[in-house]
């Protein structure tokens, strides 16, 4: 007998997938009460750049129809899904966020997506991002900027650039989604939205089909409420692809066998004292709870002399600026081209980066990185506030100033990282801990992640709408 949940769209994935697999559950009211909720809220917070309702209502009657007849493809035959608007999906519109690429067609599917597609999952649409992905504030000024779900009385940074998925994946529009990171831009809305995000080491996801912002550091990643639901949208997404070069020789990883070991004996390090100043009193109080909260759970809480500051990383821009410029020069300078003027902006400053100084700062991207593995050696991870503070009023955003403090080191320094709910606001707004691990030491990021939302219950909160 099949048994109602009373709202599939406040189940988290991993219920989800579970529910429609022992078929208590199916994949067409998944689905529905998803749609039904992007009709009633989408008005409002404005995710979407393209909602695929009919697609996917009909892609729902062919998954159910599928587990029925006992032909299940996967585990997460018929969970629904949504991708930031840089992913192609073949005759789809792929803006990039750009209303210059309103109308551009993709003429192949990415990797990342046709794998989805083959585990039986459901597209819901196209959800908006920053233009061309340059930007962590998460606005989008031709577009349109999604609103932060938990504050409908005064608009706030959702975060970018994977702006529209942290926004539907907060509201419950969309069980979990993908999004993609160069400089934060998963981990920058999961900490403004309350979502747990993973930023990949470049090489474990392929970003074939993906509108590039920098080859050398661009990274797609998995954004959803648990850590759990992470780890297994990371391991159907990860493993070589021979459309990408930096997945060559990467060996595939699953973290779902070591998740819940916990994080007794595991050595944690706490971030410099000096870079404590210019966080937030609450973020900070959230923070030195989760070290106790860790610590409770058997990790050892260790200092560590980092050999740069955070700020001192925020300047190291060529590498970005350079390759941006290389991709989308053109229509920067083209003063007829719809650009936001921020992003021109930085895109135009590409333009004055010279060869010597692209060299020099991937000279000193590899230094760091060898510097930085020698002081942590002995340590499982690096603990630190995602962002400075919890999302602030759109009208307070300096677009000059990037909120990446925290974040965006760890793509330079080509290592892995996942942001958590830890806390909230006297206003109730999330606040975040990203966890910082050797590059491809995803499964431990995970694992100590897990721990953490197995102690607490941040990550069960959600906006109310």
């Not at 992913?87 to 599917?109: M, N, P, Q, V």
């Not at 779900?149 to 650039?161: H, I, K, N, Q, Y």
Request: net charge neutral.
């Amino acid at each position: 007998m099949r048994l109602a949940v009373t709202d599939p769209a406040a189940l988290p994935a991993h219920a989800l997938a579970r529910a429609i697999a022992a078929r208590t559950l199916s994949p067409v009211a998944a689905v529905e009460a998803h749609l039904d909720r992007i009709a009633r809220l989408e008005p409002t917070l404005r995710a979407f750049v393209e909602v695929f309702a009919d697609d996917a209502r009909l892609a729902a009657e062919g998954a159910d129809r599928m587990i029925r007849a006992g032909h299940a493809v996967s585990p997460l035959h018929g969970v629904p899904v949504v991708l930031k608007d840089l992913i192609d999906l073949e005759g789809r519109i792929t803006t990039g966020g750009s209303a210059h690429f309103a109308a551009r067609r993709a003429a192949g599917t990415a990797t990342i997506a046709r794998r989805m597609l083959a585990q039986g999952m459901i597209v819901l649409g196209k959800t908006h991002t920053v233009e061309f992905a340059f930007g962590g504030w998460g606005t989008n000024r031709r577009m349109g900027t999604p609103r932060n779900p938990w504050d409908l009385a005064v608009a706030r940074t959702p975060g970018g650039s994977s702006s529209g998925t942290g926004v539907a994946v907060a509201a419950r529009m969309a069980p979990w989604g993908i999004g993609t990171d160069t400089g934060g831009s998963v981990r920058l809305p999961a900490s403004y939205c309350g979502l747990t995000g993973l930023k990949a080491t470049i090489g474990r996801i392929s970003t074939a089909g993906i509108v590039p912002l920098s080859a050398t550091l661009d990274t797609p990643g998995p954004m959803a409420r648990s850590v759990e639901d992470v780890a297994l949208l990371y391991t159907l997404l990860s493993g070589p692809d021979p459309l990408d070069p930096n997945t060559r020789g990467v060996v595939p990883e699953d973290p779902m066998p070591g998740l819940h070991r916990g994080v007794r004996g595991l050595r944690l390090a706490r971030m410099p004292a000096a870079e404590r100043v210019g966080v937030s009193s609450e973020m900070l109080d959230a923070y030195d709870a989760a070290l106790d909260t860790l610590a409770r759970g058997g990790a050892e809480i260790v200092e560590v002399a980092l050999p740069f500051r955070f700020t001192d990383l925020l300047t190291t821009s060529a590498i970005v600026e350079a390759e941006a410029y290389a991709v989308n020069g053109a229509v920067a300078e083209d003063r007829a081209a719809l650009l936001d003027e921020d992003v021109r902006g930085r895109i135009l400053a590409g333009a004055g980066i010279t060869a010597q100084e692209y060299l020099r700062t991937r000279r000193m991207q590899r230094e760091m990185n060898a510097a930085f593995a020698r002081a942590m050696d002995g340590i499982d991870a690096l603990l630190t506030p995602t962002t400075e503070s919890a999302a602030i009023p759109l009208d307070a955003v300096d677009q000059a100033v990037a909120p990446s403090r925290f974040t965006r080191f760890g793509n330079l320094l080509e290592l892995c990282a996942l942001a958590l709910p830890n806390g909230a606001t006297a206003a109730g707004l999330p606040l975040s801990l990203q966890i910082v691990c050797r590059g491809y030491e995803e499964a431990m990021a995970l694992r100590i992640g897990q721990a953490f939302q197995a102690a607490t219950e941040w990550h069960r909160r959600a906006p109310e709408l």
